[in-house]
């Protein structure tokens, strides 16, 4: 069974700050890994990929991979209260397999 | 550019009824998946299509059946809706590129299901 691990939150940060989110996974097979964005009500939306070790950058967020510690997590810079939202951790194996985790939920306040 | 559409888009059942979700890419994509999204938990894959003609059970296929039509739709079918099935239903796709770590899913909005 192959598992992704977050913290259900909710993570609360301040208007300007860094939002912090991370997740552990089982499988050292995994391939790649994603962050969605899940607004209440909607569907998942892609943030962020990463499948190499070390940091991916892409404007305020920040992705990183540590496959030895089998870590991921998402930095958001500059957090806005429009980042209010369940953030998805997600892997990949085989290819065409994904698996997710629960989901942290973060409120960023004004 | 629609992506994935999902229909429909509410439903409401009586225990026992049968029907059918539905689901079309237009991306060409050689796999889809069905998921089910319970309050306070994440994705849980029910079945999925790697390509055109193939079909596997995922972590929760009991209660479901599935039909890859073609390359685009990939249906779910609940043949006696039970209550426990009441969920949000979300449908995805994903290239499915052999040798290369990029592969992305893309989800339909999501179908609500309420069994009474």
């Known amino acids: 069974q192959k598992e992704v691990e977050q913290n259900s939150g909710p993570l609360s940060v301040p208007e300007g700050a860094i939002a912090s989110l991370n997740c552990t996974y089982s499988?050292?097979?995994?391939?790649?890994f994603f962050w969605y964005r899940q607004y209440s009500g909607k569907s998942p939306e892609l943030i962020m990929s990463?499948?190499?070790?070390g940091d991916k950058e892409d404007g305020r967020f920040t992705a990183q991979l540590n496959k030895a510690s089998q870590y991921v997590s998402l930095l958001i810079r500059d957090s806005q209260p429009s980042d209010s939202a369940t953030y998805l951790c997600a892997g990949l194996y085989n290819f065409n397999k994904f698996y997710f985790g629960s989901g942290t939920k973060l409120n960023v306040k004004p | 550019n629609a992506g994935v559409t999902q229909t429909p888009k509410f439903q409401v059942l009586k225990t026992g009824q049968s029907m059918t979700l539905q689901c079309a890419q237009d991306?060409?994509?050689?796999?889809m998946y069905w998921y089910r999204q319970d309050p306070g938990m994440g994705l849980r894959l029910i079945y999925y299509?790697?390509?055109?003609?193939?079909?596997d059970k995922g972590e929760v296929p009991n209660g479901y059946n599935v039909s890859r039509l073609n390359k685009r739709e990939f249906s779910l079918r609940l043949e006696s809706a039970a209550p426990s099935q009441t969920s949000v239903y979300f449908c995805a796709s994903s290239p499915n590129y052999r040798g290369v770590a990029k592969n992305i899913q893309y989800f339909g909005a999501g179908t609500r299901l309420s069994v009474l």
């Open positions: 499988d050292r097979g995994s391939q790649s």
């Open positions: 991306m060409n994509h050689n796999s």
């Open positions: 299509s790697a390509s055109e003609g193939t079909t």
């Open positions: 990463i499948y190499s070790n």
